[in-house]
């Protein structure tokens, strides 16, 4: 058990609709990082938020989006969902702001778009 | 950007050692890692090391680092066939502050 916690683990929606996915990070872990997997892809780094502001930006369509509380739970948002965006969306958690040292990932939110 | 290379496929049989290779492009990466994704499974941190580093042991598996040629290498002594699974090598690329994964190594391990 890495300590991420994603929610939900599965999610299957129509295209154009509108999906949040959740993260809480580990104890105490600052920045939290959201990726996407998929088979043509591969890993693709989205988003990063560190201690509830914007960090880094990756490959992130318009359509989406992510926040960071204060809490420091992290949501994903994807609207105008399309059959590509089917893939395995996956929440990271590290200490620090970017500087390395651990960074755990959750066990992934499996997204189909049908 | 960061370029991260990786081997598609290794097959060994249990027992016997493993060596995943990876190669990277960004000369400044600090932090480089290993992940391990079983089927339907997420990606389980085995370990990390810093690049003022070359090598780092950790119970079956040693890290290996050459930054000299950019290439980073996982062993795994003694494989069993609980360690069949995808292995990810993943640098920080420093610019992005974000990590850059590797394509994934399918590493089968046969009784």
């Known amino acids: 058990d890495s300590g991420v916690t994603q929610t939900p683990k599965h999610l299957i929606t129509a295209t154009g609709q509108r999906v949040t996915l959740r993260c809480s990070p580990r104890s105490g872990d600052l920045s939290v990082y959201w990726y996407q997997q998929s088979l043509d892809q591969g890993l693709q780094f989205l988003i990063q938020?560190?201690?509830?502001?914007?960090?880094a930006k990756g490959n992130i369509l318009e359509r989406f989006s992510a926040q960071q509380f204060p809490d420091l739970h992290s949501e994903l948002n994807l609207s105008s969902l399309e059959l590509g965006d089917s893939a395995l969306y996956f929440c990271?958690?590290?200490?620090?702001?970017?500087?390395?040292?651990?960074?755990?990932f959750g066990e992934g939110s499996w997204l189909t778009v049908v | 950007g960061e370029d991260v290379e990786q081997s598609l496929f290794l097959s060994v049989r249990e027992g016997d050692s493993s060596v995943i290779n990876c190669t990277y492009t960004?000369?400044?990466?600090?932090?480089l890692y290993w992940y391990k994704q079983e089927p339907g499974a997420g990606l389980q941190l085995l370990t990390y090391i810093f690049s003022n580093m070359d090598m780092k042991q950790d119970q079956r598996l040693t890290v290996l680092l050459n930054k000299k040629d950019k290439h980073l290498s996982l062993r795994i002594a003694d494989t069993q066939t609980g360690d069949s699974a995808i292995y990810f090598c993943a640098v920080l690329d420093t610019g992005r502050r974000a990590l850059t994964f590797g394509s994934g190594t399918r590493l089968q391990v046969q009784p």
């Open positions: 990271a958690s590290s200490p620090l702001g970017g500087s390395g040292n651990t960074i755990y």
């Open positions: 960004d000369s400044s990466s600090t932090y």
């Open positions: 938020y560190y201690n509830g502001e914007e960090r």
